[in-house]
Each structure stands twice: as structure tokens, then as C-alpha cells.
Nanobody, 113 residues
Framework: QVQLVESGGGLVQPGGSLRLSCTAP????????MAWYRRAPGKERELVAR???????DYADSVKGRFTISKDRAKNEVYLQMDNLQPEDTAVYYC???????WGQGTQVTVSS
């Protein structure tokens, strides 16, 4: 069974930072794109950030200037650096690999004082 493994979630105060990591099999990591999605309580899942095989990056408007997506080809890992976190960023964050449409199990991010 294909697995995308996420880590790095947790509880942080407003204004704080977290870094999420996602490890993917090489076949998925080398696909068209890798992305981070999130689902907040009572809301639909939304795209947070995406990075393509060629390195093109796009972000949701709500996280531009605060979040940074990156990847390490040698490790088959994708990262989401989240700075200046706000309560509205509270959600379960999911890693997604476009090749084969694979999802991670999700990692909880809670922003609260």
C-alpha cells in the first residue's frame, strides 16, 4: 500500500511557527506535483500550497507571505513552513501526490492561546 507519511503538526500559539514534512515513495514524489491541503472543522478541504516537478509553486491567497512549500529530491520529502500562524489556520493538514492521487493520513495543526 502506497503511503505518504506526514509529521510536524502540533499546538502553537498565534504568531508561532510549525514545519510540516511529508515523505513519499520516489514514484509519487517524481510525479507532476506534490501539495498540501487542509480541512478545518466544518469546512471543505482546500488547497494550501503546491509545488510541481519543475518547481512551479502556488499558494492559497490566505497563506501567501506566511507559508512556504519546498522539497528535497534527495530525500523524497516535501515541506510546509508555516509562519505567523493564526487561529484560522487550525485544521488537519494533508500531503497529496498528484501521481496516482495519493493522500497522507493527515496531521493536526492547532493554533490557540
Amino acid at each position: 500500500q502506497v503511503q505518504l507519511v506526514e509529521s510536524g503538526g502540533g499546538l502553537v500559539q498565534p504568531g508561532g511557527s510549525l514545519r510540516l514534512s511529508c515523505t513519499a515513495p520516489a514514484s509519487i514524489f517524481s510525479g507532476n506535483s506534490m501539495a498540501w491541503y487542509r480541512r478545518a472543522p466544518g469546512k471543505e478541504r482546500e488547497l494550501v500550497a503546491r509545488i510541481t516537478r519543475s518547481g512551479y509553486i502556488d499558494y492559497a491567497d490566505s497563506v501567501k507571505g506566511r507559508f512556504t512549500i519546498s522539497k528535497d529530491r534527495a530525500k523524497n520529502e516535501v515541506y510546509l513552513q508555516m509562519d505567523n500562524l493564526q487561529p484560522e489556520d487550525t485544521a488537519v493538514y494533508y500531503c497529496h501526490g498528484n501521481y496516482g492521487d495519493h493522500w497522507g493520513q493527515g496531521t493536526q495543526v492547532t493554533v490557540s492561546s
